[in-house]
């Protein structure tokens, strides 16, 4: 069973900056597809970023350029780097990993089998 914990989350301010991160096992790191989703309350939970274990990277919309997804290879951690929040960003913030996406699914939560218990952002 691959584990994914994540942390970082807490509440700021409109405009402030958060940084979410997610450890997970070596070999999940290294093969697998990760990700950042988010479900706010009453919402379907949605794909916000992805790394695939090539490099390739792929964002929402709603997050293109204010947030960037990355990976810490000295440490198997995934982070979040979350800039210029708005409330709209208020959410359960999610790790994900999968073996294998496809390509037209980057981001749909229905390719990731693996996921943490989420870690909650709040933007006021």
């Known amino acids: 069973h691959v584990q994914l914990v994540e942390s970082g989350g807490g509440s700021v301010q409109a405009g402030e900056s958060l940084r979410l991160s997610c450890t997970a096992d070596?070999?999940?790191?290294?093969?697998?597809?990760m990700g950042w989703f988010r479900q706010a309350p009453g919402k379907e939970r949605e794909g916000v970023a992805r790394?695939?274990?090539?490099?390739?990277?792929t964002y929402a919309d709603s997050v293109k350029g204010r947030f960037t997804i990355s990976k810490d290879n000295a440490e198997n951690r995934l982070y979040l780097h979350m800039n210029s929040l708005s409330p709209e960003d208020t959410a359960m913030y999610f790790c994900a990993a999968a073996a294998w996406v496809p390509a037209s699914r980057t981001l749909s939560q229905t390719s990731y089998g693996n996921w943490g218990q989420g870690t909650q952002v709040t933007v006021s």
């Open positions: 790394i695939d274990s090539a490099g390739r990277i």
């Open positions: 070596e070999y999940m790191y290294i093969n697998y597809c």
